[in-house]
């Protein structure tokens, strides 16, 4: 009885979708291009980038966000789940911090409103960076090189948490991936993908994929429920939304994940569960689509995502400024200190 009437609700739902569809197909596609990042103030965002690959950030002096974010393989660890402080495993899988400023809020449950509200998080998470946001401002204002540039972007003689992570966001929002060969398809090139992938394309609209995975980023926009037409069985405790709202309603409400760049990142799922993009598509179409696809579509539909995979980001490797005699020396080895 209830599965029927999600069913129907379902139906409903695919039906008002494929009407707008068709209403849309002829002015545009469901996914639109990637913009590159316009920086509007460069000396913020240089100053982000620094203290984004700054160790220092942490107890150890040994984990920074790039530890976890690499921005050298798609912005993420390509764990199950992540390596933080005195190795301690972390409960869910890291998200790409690429495009991430296109999400409608950051983390798997939308807690952190922004990436200037979230970047706080991880320093003073004891299982990922393990260090204080007293301890981290203190250190850096022993850092003359930062002391001067936090002078300079922020008019501040004392460096604080609000600054640092303003920066830090300031850096991110410029990790935007445009130029994919999917994007310069859509801006006119047909030749930019094969055969393949255009069929890829229009399976992932006909099977329903962009009922959620739409926009720029390719998802990012909504909460949805993992597991909407058949359970999704996880081992992971995480309920998503509802450990935000409180309300049980929301149970396994999870932000829709951009697929841009999803080649880069496996594995797959907050938990994540799915070790290829292929298990992961196949896991879609049935939890969330109530679909099976057959070997070749599920083929076609990955070869589509492949083609989401757009320009990295590239500068030169920044040069972090030199500690001084006051900055403290971390131990990594340190017993973690009782709370
Ligand atoms: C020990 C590994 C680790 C470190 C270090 C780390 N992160 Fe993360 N990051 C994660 C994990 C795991 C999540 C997902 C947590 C969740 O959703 O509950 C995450 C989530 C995020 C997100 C949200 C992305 C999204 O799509 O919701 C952003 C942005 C982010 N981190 C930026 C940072 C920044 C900035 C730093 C450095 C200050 C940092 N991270 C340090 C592991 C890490
Ligand atoms: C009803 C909304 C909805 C539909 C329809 C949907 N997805 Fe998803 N998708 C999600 C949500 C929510 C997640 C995150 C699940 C989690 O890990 O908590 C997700 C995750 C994914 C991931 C893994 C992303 C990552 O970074 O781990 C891929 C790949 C994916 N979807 C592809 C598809 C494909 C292909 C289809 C169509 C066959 C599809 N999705 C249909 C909502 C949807």
């Known amino acids: 009885m209830r599965l029927n009437a999600i069913h129907a609700a379902l139906a409903a739902a695919t039906l008002t979708l494929a009407l707008g569809a068709q209403v849309r197909a002829a002015e545009q596609e469901p996914i639109q291009p990637l913009e590159p990042a316009k920086i509007t103030d460069p000396a913020k965002v240089e100053l982000g980038k620094q203290l984004f690959f700054d160790p220092r950030l942490s107890r150890s002096g040994w984990i920074s966000c790039n530890s976890c974010h690499n921005l050298s393989m798609g912005g993420s660890d390509n764990f199950k789940s992540s390596v933080g402080d005195h190795w301690a495993q972390g409960g ?7 495009n991430s400023s296109l999400n409608i809020a950051q983390f798997w449950d939308g807690r952190a409103k922004d990436l200037a509200a979230q970047a706080g998080g991880p320093i003073a998470n004891p299982i ?45 929002a410029t990790l935007i991936t445009p130029n994919s060969r999917f994007d310069k398809w859509l801006k006119g090139d047909k030749a930019a993908i094969t055969a393949d992938e255009l069929a890829g394309y229009q399976l992932f609209k006909d099977t329903g994929c962009v009922a959620c995975h739409n926009g720029p980023a390719v998802g990012g926009g909504s909460y949805q429920k993992f597991g909407l037409v058949h359970e999704y069985k996880t081992a992971n405790p995480a309920t998503g939304r509802a450990g935000v709202t409180g ?51 599920n083929a076609k539909i990955v070869a589509f995502l492949k083609t989401l995979t757009g320009d990295q980001p590239s500068f030169p490797l920044p040069q972090l400024p030199p500690s001084s005699d006051q900055t403290p020396r971390p131990d990594p080895f340190a017993p973690v200190a009782k709370k």
């Open 247 to 297: 309300n049980d309603g929301d149970r396994m409400m999870f932000k829709v994940p951009t697929l841009r760049n999803i080649e880069l990142t496996p594995p797959y799922f907050h938990d994540g569960s799915a070790k290829t993009l292929s298990q992961a598509v196949a896991t879609m179409a049935w939890v969330q689509l109530g679909k099976t696809l057959t070997p070749d579509q």
């Open 92 to 98: 869910i899988r890291a998200p790409t911090v690429l």
């Open 128 to 172: 990922e960076m393990g260090s204080t946001h007293e301890a981290a401002e203190k250190t850096l204002d022993t850092i003359p090189g930062y002391r001067t540039q936090f002078k300079k972007v922020y008019g501040v003689d004392k460096i604080g948490i609000d600054q640092i992570t303003d920066a830090i966001a300031a850096f991110e």
